[in-house]
């Protein structure tokens, strides 16, 4: 049976510690070697073959029996119920989630009720999460207030109380000029904008791809152009004021293409993709099943094989889980009704290692957009195998077959596409700050 630790476990005294007889991946460093990792006061000390077979005295030895060792997965986008909806998931339960699937660190989006664009809601999310939480939880800033997308948060307030970057949720700013003084302001404070590009009025109430497809299955479709449309207005406003910013799910190449021309002209520009959008297509909406409801929508297979080609050649910057919870009151309805969203964090390694086995994505190059890029884009030290750094890190087998049952994932909500799924890949431990949350 899995063991979790507690909240409070991680406010124990630290244990020394030394992992040995691993496979090292450190991304940052481009580490691919036999080794280990010493932690102490909850930071790596050393790391490297050396530690293959040695282990200090005075040490508690963990052998990792030639498993995989890499830095813990850093989630740029996580939806939560906490606070407001509670019933369809808690800091504590994401939290269980996540060590579950090797993500150290995740960073929740502020679609709450309220909603997180006021300093006091930050401070909640940062004391319920130290006092919940069994990995690292950092809160986004809502760009708008209620993200309704017309009259500006106080970013430089939010940063300070610990925001770690702003973003409108589920909601594109529509409007214009806001969204070009929202950039203007977040350069002020070097703060990153994450947008979740889609042009509202052009994407409707569609429920999936727009195409052949979507017309045989009777169901309404959303055109990718909804997503590049917005995409390159949002470019020419980062033009215009030198803002940083992040795309945060890309869907389709054409997406793709328009950010490579942007960083090409000397923007400050970067992308990621959700998980669904790299191992899913449209084809899986097939049996009307509501769990495939996602946004932006599954695309066609073509878009996907072309989203996993950038993302080998690096033009995708990370790869996030979107973990998306909603109760059976949102999900059992008709497919055109249900909500969007899927649960994704206790599956998002799992997933991604579909890329390696099935596409021959290299390991380096998908851990990097799941550690050391995004930790990098958001000014985290966590995301790599280095002396100094903390001592967030996972180990697993990247061969190890299991069937996703939604009955046993630790999320409150089970709406997971790959739901009975066969997958080849799993965690076997998951370590926080030197402590270990999950094994």
């Not at 994401?94 to 664009?117: K, L, N």
């Not at 695309?299 to 790869?319: H, K, S």
Request: proline letters at 5%; one cysteine or more; aromatic letters at 4%.
């Amino acid at each position: 049976m899995p063991q979790f630790a507690k909240p409070g476990d991680l406010n124990a005294p630290h244990e020394p510690t030394v992992l040995i007889n691993a496979r090292v991946i450190d991304p940052a460093s481009g580490r691919d070697e036999p080794g280990g990792v010493l932690i102490k006061d909850g930071l790596i000390t050393d790391v490297g073959a050396k530690l293959r077979r040695n282990a200090p005295e005075g040490y508690k030895v963990i052998d990792c029996q030639g498993h995989i060792l890499a830095p813990g997965l850093v989630d740029m986008q996580v939806f939560t119920g906490e606070p407001g909806s509670e019933h369809r998931e808690t800091l504590r339960t994401a939290s269980r989630a996540a060590a579950a699937g090797g993500v150290t660190t995740m960073i929740v989006m502020p679609d709450t009720q309220p909603v997180i664009d006021e300093v006091a809601l930050v401070d909640f999310i940062l004391r319920r999460a130290r006092d919940n939480a069994i990995v690292h939880i950092h809160p986004m800033g809502a760009m708008t207030m209620g993200l309704e997308g017309s009259e500006l948060t106080e970013i430089g307030l939010l940063q300070r109380a610990g925001a770690i970057a702003f973003s409108n949720g589920k909601q594109s700013v529509m409007n214009a000029r806001v969204m070009h003084q929202v950039l203007q302001y977040s350069r002020d404070f070097d703060a990153l904008v994450t947008h979740f590009a889609e042009d509202q009025n052009l994407a409707g109430k569609g429920s999936m791809n727009a195409g052949e497809l979507a017309t045989r299955l009777g169901l309404s479709g959303v055109n990718k152009v909804a997503e590049t449309i917005m995409l390159d207005r949002d470019l020419r406003l980062v033009e215009l004021t030198g803002a940083r910013y992040h795309a945060a799910t890309l869907s389709c190449p054409e997406s793709v293409a328009a950010i490579r021309q942007a960083r090409g002209n000397g923007l400050k520009v970067t992308c990621g993709v959700s998980i669904n959008h790299l191992t899913l297509n449209e084809n899986d909406v097939v049996p009307y099943r509501t769990f495939f409801k996602v946004r932006p929508p599954l695309r066609t297979e073509a878009d996907r094989a072309a989203m996993t080609r950038a993302l080998e050649a690096g033009d995708i910057d990370v790869i996030v889980s979107s973990h998306d919870p909603q109760d059976v009151d949102t999900k059992r309805r008709p497919f055109d009704e249900a909500a969007d969203g899927a649960a994704g964090l206790e599956t998002l390694l799992a997933a991604a290692l579909r890329l390696h086995h099935n596409d021959g994505v290299d390991l380096k190059t998908l851990l990097r957009a799941m550690t050391s890029r995004p930790a990098e884009l958001l000014g985290l030290e966590c995301g790599r195998l280095i002396p100094g750094a903390p001592a967030d890190l996972i180990v697993f087998d990247p061969n190890a077959p299991w069937v996703v049952n939604r009955d046993e994932l630790s999320s409150r909500s089970k709406n997971s596409p790959f739901d009975e799924s066969k997958m080849q890949g799993r965690v076997l431990r998951t370590v926080v700050a030197g402590h270990t949350v999950y094994s």
